[in-house]
């Protein structure tokens, strides 16, 4: 989820071999990508957990679950491993891999779980990852402001809703539907600050480095 340095436009095409120009290629940023897959599927999620809108459209949800937050993201999460950014890696497929079990929870297995049951259960889940996110945060602390800012507002957002789960307690799981519509501005800004730095060659929007690599 860190953007690295930030760089400019794509440079002009060379006259050289594709093999000569091959050996000093670098790909393009990930981060940003998997910022904005994150960030839209959590903000439409969280629409629904605030109660702003009405739940039943929340199945319109499990497309961006599977295609944009997990497919996508996971994408991201892959070329982090070849940029050599483990945190971004880690992030980015944990991540995705959440939004695909997420989607592969309510699309199969949701049903399963006998109704006594189903608020411990999704409390548990959501918990877990809660802690999850609450290590990336520490971790985060050696990017930038903007992916701290994000994975600490995730962390409520985690607790609170597990926790309303758990506890059947309705007002905290809109209170986390808030948190998450929070985090998901938060995500976004930081895909746009990259994207609008890496385009203008220069930085437009701070993204606040934190002294990481």
Same mark, same amino acid.
């Given at each position: 989820?860190?953007?690295?340095?930030?760089?400019?436009?794509?440079?002009?095409?060379?006259?050289?071999?594709?093999?000569?120009?091959?050996?000093?290629?670098? *790909?393009?940023?990930?981060?940003? !990508?998997?910022?904005?897959?994150?960030?839209?599927?959590?903000?439409?999620?969280?629409?629904?957990?605030?109660?702003?809108?009405?739940?039943?459209?929340? *199945?319109?949800?499990?497309?961006?679950?599977?295609?944009?937050?997990?497919?996508?993201?996971?994408?991201?999460?892959?070329?982090?491993?070849?940029?050599?950014?483990?945190?971004?890696?880690?992030?980015?497929?944990?991540?995705?891999?959440?939004?695909?079990?997420?989607?592969?929870?309510?699309?199969?297995?949701?049903?399963?779980?006998?109704?006594?049951?189903?608020?411990?259960?999704?409390?548990?889940? !959501?918990?877990?990852?809660?802690?999850?996110?609450?290590?990336?945060?520490?971790?985060?602390?050696?990017?930038?402001?903007?992916?701290?800012?994000?994975?600490? !507002?995730?962390?409520?957002?985690?607790? !609170?809703?597990?926790?309303?789960?758990?506890?059947?307690?309705?007002?905290?799981?809109?209170?986390?539907?808030?948190?998450?519509?929070?985090?998901?501005?938060?995500?976004?800004?930081?895909?746009?600050?990259?994207?609008?730095?890496?385009?203008?060659?220069?930085?437009?929007?701070?993204?606040? *480095?934190?002294?990481?690599?």
């Amino acid at each position: 989820m860190e953007s690295g340095s930030m760089p400019g436009a794509r440079p002009p095409i060379s006259d050289e071999p594709a093999e000569s120009r091959s050996v000093g290629w670098a *790909p393009a940023d990930p981060g940003p !990508l998997g910022l904005a897959g994150f960030a839209l599927t959590t903000f439409v999620l969280s629409m629904f957990n605030a109660g702003l809108v009405s739940k039943a459209g929340e *199945p319109v949800v499990l497309g961006l679950a599977l295609a944009y937050g997990g497919i996508a993201q996971f994408a991201a999460g892959m070329w982090e491993f070849r940029t050599g950014n483990t945190f971004g890696a880690v992030a980015f497929t944990s991540y995705a891999a959440f939004w695909v079990s997420f989607w592969a929870l309510v699309t199969f297995f949701a049903a399963d779980i006998p109704p006594e049951h189903v608020g411990a259960a999704i409390g548990l889940y !959501l918990i877990s990852w809660g802690i999850f996110t609450a290590y990336m945060f520490c971790a985060s602390l050696r990017t930038t402001g903007a992916i701290a800012v994000v994975l600490l !507002l995730l962390t409520i957002t985690y607790f !609170l809703l597990g926790i309303g789960e758990s506890g059947g307690h309705g007002g905290m799981v809109e209170v986390g539907g808030w948190a998450g519509i929070l985090t998901a501005a938060a995500a976004w800004y930081a895909s746009f600050a990259a994207v609008i730095n890496s385009t203008f060659g220069r930085t437009v929007l701070p993204v606040m *480095p934190l002294g990481g690599r």
